[in-house]
Nanobody, 126 residues
Framework: QVQLVESGGGLVQVGGSLRLSCAAS????????MGWFRQAPGKEREFVAA????????NYADSVKGRFTISRDNAKNTGYLQMNALKPEDTAVYYC???????????????????WGQGTQVTSSS
């Protein structure tokens, strides 16, 4: 059974930074694309960022472009989301996910991802 475990969330002041990690139990992590999504209370889960299997292609939602950076370390079976200049509207539960079908792509919809983590809370407040 594949497990994805997010960590690094917390409470941060507006304008601050956080780095999320996603540790995967699968040894084949490095052969699949991964993504980050978030869900605020009362809203649908939305795409944040994605990275292809080797890190050569990345994709970001317009709302985070220039502030967030997705990366991965395949040797450690871990993905990351560096979040800078956080805003109150970034407050949400953040999830990482694995796309088993399209390692060369950076999918942006939830139904393209097979495995999901349990989520980590990020709160940006003044």
């Amino acid at each position: 059974q594949v497990q994805l475990v997010e960590s690094g969330g917390g409470l941060v002041q507006v304008g601050g930074s956080l780095r999320l990690s996603c540790a995967a139990s699968m040894r084949t992590f490095g052969t699949y694309s991964m993504g980050w999504f978030r869900q605020a209370p009362g809203k649908e889960r939305e795409f944040v960022a994605a990275i292809n299997w080797n890190g050569g292609v990345t994709n970001y939602a317009d709302s985070v472009k220039g502030r967030f950076t997705i990366s991965r370390d395949n040797a450690k079976n871990t993905g990351y989301l560096q979040m800078n200049a956080l805003k109150p509207e970034d407050t949400a539960v953040y999830y990482c996910a694995i796309d088993l079908r399209q390692p060369w792509r950076t999918a942006t919809t939830t139904n393209e991802y097979t495995y999901w983590g349990q989520g980590t809370q990020v709160t940006s407040s003044s």
